[in-house]
């Protein structure tokens, strides 16, 4: 008896201890509601799994390019681009993914379907039926490309910058671990994701704001969650063939990648290109993973030299 209570206390211990360094790392402590958007910049539309923040800045009678951003940086990452853009007359649409930035974390599966939904929505919702210029970074890739396999009569033109490529891998280490996985993710991953977007860039210094930015969105219940879920619904995906869908397909496709990238190696470039052949390709010198902010003059101009080669 003597050896069950000491167990007990224990594990009581134990639970007591894991709870607070729980309570202690998860840096998510606020409730994303109508109270917390209030003030913010951009728009807020209701779609099917949620509240979806978004932009739209340019001209009204602007030709549409809609903005998608990458696997946890909500749409700001496109500022650089977005003002280029509505300057030269486009009209721009960008917004958050469901668990990022100001849009709601869903308790669902974020996988490629839950991303073609809210696009196709938000879409919808702003009566945008006819084709639009599509842009994507990093996962975007991913996001956009399966829009423009499952939607091709609505694409004029595809972009991709640094998209993700290649093979996803088949295990998450520990957090694919059931219930100490989430745990594990949620006190050692999560929190340090803000400082970690130091290596999208070759020179982090010039985004001294950058880590603060990041950090507001995960202060939100819900953003680890919803990271972690599209972890383990990409694994095992082989996103190069969700390219070689838009490679079969007649779609324009514009594609950057910064030569110093280490998030996605630059040598991935060559998987994308085989995968879309017809793909017009540029490498950007002086930048990491996020060109369109390291050499944005650069990019811009090539964003808008393509887009003005796309038919009306």
């Known amino acids: 008896m003597r050896r069950i209570a000491v167990g007990s206390v224990i594990l009581v211990l134990v639970a007591c201890v894991a709870i607070g360094f729980y309570v202690a790392k998860n840096p998510e402590r606020r409730t994303l509601d109508d109270a917390a958007r209030a003030g913010a910049p951009g728009k807020f539309v209701r779609l099917a799994d949620g509240v979806t923040h978004y932009d739209v800045s340019g001209p009204d009678s602007g030709r549409p390019v809609v903005l998608v951003h990458g696997f946890s940086v909500p749409y700001y990452i496109w500022d650089s681009t977005a003002n280029a853009l509505a300057a030269a007359g486009f009209r721009v649409v960008r917004y958050d993914e469901y668990g990022r930035g100001l849009s709601d974390r869903p308790n669902v599966d974020y996988t ?25 970074v990093s996962m975007g890739g991913f996001v956009t490309g399966t829009f423009a396999a499952r939607h091709p009569d609505r694409l004029r033109s595809l972009m991709l910058f640094d998209p993700v490529a290649g093979a996803t891998g088949s295990s998450l280490g520990v957090f694919g671990w059931p219930v100490i996985g989430s745990y594990l993710w949620q006190t050692l991953a999560v929190p340090t994701m803000a400082d970690g977007q130091a290596t999208d860039f070759v020179d982090p210094s010039r985004f001294p704001d950058w880590a603060k930015r990041y950090r507001e969105q995960v202060s939100y219940r819900g953003f680890g969650r919803a990271l972690l879920s599209h972890r383990r619904s990409a694994l095992g995906m082989t996103l190069d063939s ?8 007649a779609i324009p496709v514009l594609l950057i990648w910064g030569k110093a990238d280490r998030t996605v190696p630059f040598d991935r470039n060559e998987s994308v290109r085989k995968a879309i052949p017809t793909a017009e390709f540029h490498a950007i010198d002086g930048a990491a993973h996020l060109p369109i902010l390291e050499q944005s003059r650069l990019t811009d101009s090539i964003v808008i030299a393509f887009l003005a080669k796309q038919p009306r």
């Open 242 to 249: 969700v390219y070689a869908h838009v490679g079969h397909s």
């Open 112 to 136: 490629g379907d839950l991303y073609d939904r809210q696009l196709t929505q938000l879409l919808d919702s702003l009566h945008l039926s006819g084709r639009i210029d599509l842009a994507g």
